[in-house]
């Protein structure tokens, strides 16, 4: 099957091809697993994350892609929940314990780095942590809601927002330009401020219902109760402390954070960033339940998926373009044009 492979790390800015294209062997799903022909993958910021050594795979090669969408090819011989045929989405969360806990189980296994992803014509999944996908979005829109929005989802829920308090959003790429539009459902009296480098970036809040957008270190109208990081850098985290109100929150949705700028964590400032009760929480991976529980909200508010369509053997210049220029929306590879 085609498939594109992390064969070793690297640094993006110093190669141009940071995955290669195989011809890898057709997987066979396990007594418990699904076999899933891909029709739509999302790239997400964390594959950059996986090639360049900050959550390195454990094994290489590995094939990447956690937002995962596709048909249900067949079924292992213990499967009851699924049918051949269904449409099904596969999200950073392959298996874990199906605790409660289950995102920060030591049994936790990622699409993607743990095992192998989406960036393929076939992938299996434990039938447990294969979702029905609603029928509102397309594949190619499907596909970021399995990261960006679940764990959008996630991290706004972990917020703890009580409707008419203001949320700041840290960043506006594939996650936050969904969690606006959840946001501005959920807590319809709730001012929303969103903070982005690029005046595109900014222009395209306002237009999904921003109240106020502004460059990171720009002053917000109010101070938010609670603001939500998506950037892959340091410097936003300091600015979002010094933005959030007392006994504010800041949620980090990442699963890591840049060296480059690392060094200005150390400009802390105590009554500025910390004092008056302020506190940080990062988003540890995801729930299945959270993908659950996501979709069909998504489907019912409903949310508008921007997507920018890569094929399958353009990979490397989506990852590219991710790491290089700012990001309206969310990028997605399509695998198999005949079903997205």
């Known amino acids: ?177 969904i969690v606006l539009q959840l946001a501005r459902h959920l807590y319809p009296d709730s001012k929303i401020f969103v903070f982005a480098r690029s005046e595109e970036q900014r222009a395209f809040a306002v237009e999904l219902g921003a109240d106020w957008a502004g460059d990171v270190n720009d002053t917000p109208p109010s101070p938010p109760r609670a603001i939500i990081d998506t950037t892959p850098a340091w410097l936003p985290v300091l600015a979002s402390m010094e933005h959030l109100g007392p006994g504010g929150r800041l949620v980090i949705n990442a699963i890591r954070k840049s060296d480059s700028d690392r060094a200005s964590m150390a400009d802390i400032d105590y009554p500025r960033h910390l004092w008056m009760e302020k506190e940080i929480k990062s988003v540890a991976n995801l729930c299945f339940s959270d993908i659950a529980e996501f979709l069909p909200l998504a489907a019912k508010i409903p949310i508008r998926v921007e997507t920018e369509v890569f094929a399958l053997e353009d990979a490397n210049r989506a990852l590219h373009s991710l790491h290089r220029e700012s990001v309206r929306g969310a990028k997605v590879l399509v695998v198999d044009s005949a079903t997205s």
């Open 1 to 177: 099957m085609r498939a594109m492979q992390i064969i070793r790390l690297c640094d993006l800015d110093e190669t141009e091809a940071p995955l290669a294209a195989v011809d890898a062997p057709m997987p066979e799903p396990e007594r418990d697993e699904v076999l899933v022909r891909v029709s739509a993958c999302g790239v997400c910021h964390t594959e950059l994350d996986e090639i360049e050594g900050r959550t390195p795979p454990p094994e290489l090669p590995v094939i990447p892609g956690h937002q995962v969408v596709g048909r249900v090819e067949s079924l292992g011989r213990e499967c009851r929940r699924l049918n051949i045929g269904d449409r099904v989405g596969v999200g950073w969360i392959h298996h874990s314990d199906g605790g409660a806990e289950e995102n920060v189980s030591l049994a936790f296994r990622a699409t993607g780095r743990d095992v192998d992803g989406g960036y393929a014509e076939f992938m299996v999944v434990p039938e447990d942590y294969a979702c029905i996908v609603p029928d509102a979005f397309s594949d190619v829109e499907a596909a970021p809601l399995l990261c960006a929005g679940a764990i959008g989802y996630r991290s706004l829920r972990l917020c703890e927002l009580a409707d008419g308090e203001a949320l700041g959003l840290m960043g506006f790429g594939g996650s936050a330009h």
